[in-house]
């Protein structure tokens, strides 16, 4: 098992590796350069001299391999650097600032998620071909279907606009996260609801469930101690996959929403051209992933004593 863990953590470390260098040389490659949008349209009698001394302050005038090789380094020593559009702030203020907004908006979608889906998928798949099942599956396909933006947009129409009850944007109260978090579950329920019916008519077709059956032993017993266990390991994978993917999501719901979280973070970052702010939201969610892909490969082994992980 350790050996195991050791592995797949080198294993994470080469990728975030990879995907920093990839990250650094994309955001050279945009067109544009930071030091105009720095300075600004309006401040058109700046030297060139004084151009050049501000790139030389930022050290944007180095060669790409020594700026990657200093911001690596800066890094590794926890020192995120500081933005370079908002003067003087730190990049580790910036980025603490706005994750325990995408956090929260996340945990609370994934809760509401799971706390209806799962209950609606085992129900689908005990009850397959019935009107229920039905419904869950015609929901999880609009789910599925409708983008994030359209039903973000088409709620704060209805509930903000038309009806007044929420506000549109912002989160001046608790009341603000309802709607992002309902995009956000919305998506979640319908994956984790069609998985977790697949998974549940599966097992109930195993060999173990006609014996527990063929024991006598009570329906609601057979398909909770049986069959939901086993079948909760796919939905495992998919709860990995949605948080190691989160940025995807949120991206749209904080934009749409107005909400100060690391998505909205991350593409005013790259519009901006603020590199060390981009890179360093890439390299903590790479990391995130790595940590979320190994917590859910352990959690194979809980859930089903049957899987054991070996090196």
Do not use: C
């Not at 789910?143 to 129409?157: K, R, S, T």
Request: hydrophobic share 55%.
């Amino acid at each position: 098992m350790l050996r195991y863990i050791l592995v797949r953590l080198l294993q994470g470390v080469l990728v975030i590796f990879l995907v920093s260098i990839a990250t650094f040389v994309i955001m050279r490659l945009l067109p544009g350069d930071p030091v105009y949008l720095l300075l600004g349209e309006g401040q058109v009698q700046i030297t060139q001299e004084q151009i050049d001394a501000i790139r030389a302050k930022w050290g944007l005038d180095r060669p790409w391999h020594e700026q990657y090789l200093t911001w690596a380094w800066n890094m590794l020593r926890g020192d995120f650097g500081d933005s370079i559009i908002r003067i003087g702030v730190p990049v580790r203020d910036m980025i603490f600032e706005a994750a325990p907004v995408t956090a929260l908006l996340n945990l609370y979608a994934l809760g509401v998620a799971l706390i209806i889906a799962i209950p609606a998928g085992i129900i689908a798949g005990v009850k397959r071909n019935s009107l229920f099942d039905y419904l869950t599956a015609f929901g999880s396909t609009l789910g599925v279907a409708l983008p994030n933006f359209w039903i973000g947009l088409m709620l704060i129409v209805v509930f903000a606009g038309m009806l007044g009850w929420l506000p549109p944007f912002g989160l001046r109260s608790w009341q603000g996260y309802i709607l992002p978090v309902a995009v956000l579950a919305t998506e979640q329920m319908a994956v984790i609801a069609r998985v977790m019916r697949g998974a549940t008519i599966e097992t109930l077709n195993q060999d173990y469930v006609r014996t527990a059956y063929a024991k006598g032993l009570r329906g609601s017993a057979v398909i909770l101690n049986h069959a939901v266990r086993n079948a909760l390991l796919p939905v495992v994978t998919v709860i990995g996959f949605q948080i190691a993917f989160l940025l995807s999501g949120t991206i749209v719901v904080e934009t749409v929403f107005a909400l100060p979280g690391i998505g909205r973070l991350f593409i005013d970052s790259v519009f901006r051209l603020d590199y060390q702010v981009v890179q360093s939201i890439v390299v903590v969610l790479s990391g995130l992933v790595v940590v979320v892909n190994l917590l859910t490969d352990l959690a194979y082994a809980l859930i089903d004593p049957r899987i054991r992980i070996e090196g």
